[in-house]
C-alpha cells in the first residue's frame, strides 16, 4: 500500500465521520464563495476603469445639475481630451423595475467610452435618430429587447411637455464591453440627450454631470484641481475626481457591505476551524495505538506528521473545491434569474481566495494533532498512557 | 422518568470530561445565532428608523409617478392649491396645518473621511413642519432665523458627519452656513439638515417644493384629499399616509437584508447540523459501553434516548444564548447609514428585539435537535426502527427551521412544502421515466451487460439530481421572494414583536 493509499483508507474507516465533516466542509466553502462574490462585486466597478477619465459634478451634490455653458470651457482645459455630459433620467421599466438610464451626446459618449463597442452605423443611427435609445447587452437581454423596437419607458423624475412621465424610445443598438469585466456593467442605458432636453417639462440647458477624457493620466490630479479652482465661489461650484473614486465613493455610500461581509466570513471560518479540528483531533486520539505500531514498523516522526497533516489537507481540499464548485453553480443561478440587479460571479479572483483559505484551514486545523502524533513516545502510546 | 432525570443529570456532569466534542456544539450554534440576529437586527432598526417617522394622521403629497420626495417637484401656485386641499385640518388660525418644503441633496463628509462624501438631505422647511412633527425637539442651540443661511442638524448628522456641530459652517454654493442648532426627533428626520424653505429656494435656483406634508383632518380624510386633488385639472399629484410612504422606502433593504439572511443562515445552519450530527455521534459511540451497561441494568431505551436528546438541547442552547449575547453586545444600538431611496444617507441603528432573540434561540434549540435526534435513537434502537419513530419529527423540525429563519407564516410555511413536495414528485416521475426510457432502449440489443445498465441509469439519474436541487432552491427563493414583495406594508414579525 502506497502512502497516498494510507491516507485515503484512514479516511474510510469511519464513514459517517468523513462524510459529516466533508459536508460541513462544503457549508463553509459554499458560503464563503458566495459571500467572496459579493465582496468582489461590491469593489467591482473600481479595479479595472482606470484613471483616465475624470467626473466633474456639482459640489453641492451629483444630483444638482451643472449648465452646459460649462462645456466648452472644459473642453479648453489642458490636457482633457475628450467631454460628455450625462443626466440622470430616472427610468421605469413596466410597473416598477428601476433602470439605469442617462441621457447623453452619443457621439461625445462614443468619443469618451471607447470600452462600449456596437457597430459604427449603430452608432450613427443613434446620433441621427431624435428618439434613439441604446441599451447594454445583459439589460437587452434581461427584458428581451431587440434592436428596432419601440420601447416604453416611464421617468420618475421628468415630465414632458404635456405633463406625462410616459416616454417611449426606439431601441436602435445595444451594445457590449471590450472585455469580460466591461461585458459585466453593461446593464446602462443610454438615451439621446438632444430630444430628451427639449421634449421635458423643465428642459433647461443642463447637462446634469461631466465625465472627462484625459490624454494623459498622471495629470488628473493637476486637472480636476484646475477645474475646481475655476469654479470656486461661483454659483455652480464644482467637484471633480478619478471615476475610480467617485464609483468607490457610490459603493461606499452603500454602507459598509465590506465589513458585514468580512465579519460573517469570520463566523464562519472560526467555526469551520473548530469543527474540523476537533474530528482531527478525535480520529488521532483514537488511532493512538495504531500510530505507535506505525513507529515501530520504522515509519518516522516526520512521516507519521505528515500522514495525519495529509489526511487533514485532504478533507479540507475535497470540501472546499466541491463546495467552491456548488458556489460558482449557483452564482449563476443567481445571475440568470436577478441579472442586471446583482451581477454577482464566482470568478478567479473568489477561487483564488478559496484556494488560500483551504490551504490555511487544512494547515491550522491539521497541524495540532499532527504534532501530537509526531511527539508520540512508542513505550507510553502502547502501554495506553 | 426518573430513570430519564438520572440519566440526564450523569450526562450533564459528564460534558466537562468530553469538553472538546461538546464546544463543538456551542461554539457552532453560537456562531449562527449571531450572524442571524446581527442581521436581522440591521433590517429591523433600519424599518423602525422610517416607520417612527410614519404618521397615519398625516398626509404626504407629492408628484405623479415619484417614488420618493428627490424625484418630485412642484410650483409655488400648486402648493398652495396643494394646502387648500380638502380633508386638511385647519389650526386655530384657520389656516390649514401643512408645510410644503424642498429637498436638495448636499454632500458631507462622514467622520474620519476625508475625500468621498455622502449624500445628506437638506430640507426647507416652513414653521408649520415643525409643528406636524410634534416629537421633533431642539436639544442644543437655537432653531434658525427666517431669511437667514442657518441650519439645524438631526442628531445622527451631527453624530456621524464631520462639521455639524453647532458654530461651524457648511458651504454650499459659493455660500456659507452657519449651524445653530441640533435637533432630535428619534425618527428619519434625524439624518437631514432643516433651513428655511425659502433661503434654500434662493441658494439653489428652485422655483418650488418637493412635497406637502398635511396634517389630516379625520379618518376618512385621506380619502377625501385624493379626491379633491385628482378632481382637479391643474394638479397632477400622488397622495398618502406619511406611514404608507414610509414603509415603501424600507421595502427594498429589508428584501434585501432578509434574503441575505435567509441564505447565509441556512447555509451555516446546515454547516452546524453535521457538526452537531459528528459530535453526537462520536459522544454516542465513546459511550457505547456505558450505554450497554445501564441497558443491562435495566434502564429503558427510551430513557437513554431522550437524556442523549436533552444533553444536546442544553449545549445548542448554551451555544445560542452566547451567540445573542455576542450580537447583543457588539451590535445593538451600534448606529450605521445607508442610502435610502431618496439616495441620501439614513442613520439607524442595530436593534435587537426580544423577538429577534427569541427566533435565534429557536434556530439554535432546532439545530440542536435536528443534529441530536438520529444518533441519540441510535444508541438504544435498531437501524430501521430508528428511522421509523425518527422521520416525522426530523422533517417537522427541519420545516420548523426554515420557517423560523424566513419569518414565514405558518400557511406560507405548508404552501411552500406543498410546493417542495409537489415539485419533487414531478421531477421523481419525469427522471425515472427517462431512466425507465434510456434502460429499455440500451436492452434492446444482445449487449445488456451489468455495466452498460449501471453507466445508463448513472446517465439518467445524475442530470436529474444536478437539475432539481438548483430548481427547488429557485422555487423555494421564488416563494420568499414574492412573500416579501407582498408585505408591502404588514410585516407580521413587526406586529409579532409590538405584542410581545
Known sequence: MTKTGFVIANLFRKKTRTVLTLLSVIMAFLLFGLLQAVNVMFNAGTDFVGATRLITQSRVSFTQSLPLRQ????????????????????????????????????????????????????????????????????????????????????????????????????????????????????????????????????????????????????KAKDVALTIDKKYENSTEETKTQTEKDWNAGFAKQMGDIGMLVRWILFAVFFTLLLVVGNTMAQSVRERIPELAVLKTLGFSDGSVLGFVLAEALLIVGAGGLIGLSLATGLGILVQKNAGAMLPISVDWRVWSAGLIAIAVVGTVVGLLPALRAQRLKIVDALAGR | MSQTLAITGINLKSVPERWGPSLVIVIGLAGVVAVFTALLAMAEGFSSALQASGRTDAAIIMRGGSSAELNSAFDRDSALLIKDGPGIRRGADGKPEAAAELIVITELLKKG?????????????????FTLRPKLKIVEGRMFQSGLRELVVGRGVQRQFEGADVGKTLRMRGSEWTVVGVFEAGDATDSELWADAEVAQTTFTRRGYSSVLAALDGADAIDKLKAGLSADPRLNVDVQTQQAYFSGQTKQFRTMISILAGVVTIIMGLGAIFAALNTMYAAVSARAREIATLRAIGFGAMPVTVSVLIEALVLALVGGVIGALIAYVLFNNVSLSTLSANFTQVVFSFRITPMLLLRGLAIALLIGFVGALVPAFQSAYSYRKTWAIVAVPLVAALVALVGVVTGMSAAGLLRTVFMVIVVTAIHSVIWYFAAGALLNWAARGNGNSTFVRLVLSLLAVVPGIVLFGPLLMVAMFRVIWSREQRNLTRDPLLEMSKAL
Not at chain 1, 438615451?191 to 417639462?201: C, K
Open chain 1, 71 to 218: 462645456l466648452p470651457e472644459l473642453e479648453a482645459v489642458p490636457g482633457v481630451e475628450a467631454v460628455m455630459y450625462e443626466q440622470w433620467f430616472g427610468g421605469v421599466w413596466q410597473e416598477n423595475t428601476q433602470l439605469i438610464a442617462f441621457a447623453v451626446d452619443p457621439e461625445r459618449l462614443h468619443k469618451v467610452y471607447p470600452e462600449w463597442t456596437m457597430p459604427e452605423d449603430a452608432w450613427k443611427k443613434f446620433a441621427q435618430t431624435r428618439t434613439g435609445m441604446i441599451a447594454g447587452r445583459q439589460v437587452a437581454k434581461q427584458f428581451g429587447w431587440k434592436v428596432g423596437e419601440k420601447l416604453p419607458i416611464k421617468s420618475s423624475i421628468f415630465p414632458q411637455k404635456d405633463g406625462s412621465k410616459a416616454w417611449s424610445f426606439d431601441l436602435v443598438g445595444i451594445y457590449d464591453g471590450k472585455d469580460e469585466e466591461w461585458q459585466r456593467q453593461t446593464s446602462q442605458i443610454f438615451i439621446n440627450f438632444a430630444y430628451f432636453d427639449e421634449a421635458n417639462q423643465f428642459g433647461s440647458g443642463r447637462a446634469g454631470i461631466y465625465v472627462l477624457k484625459l490624454g494623459d493620466p498622471d
Open chain 2, 113 to 129: 473621511e476625508t475625500q468621498t462624501g455622502s449624500n445628506m438631505t437638506l430640507r426647507g422647511v416652513e414653521p408649520a413642519s
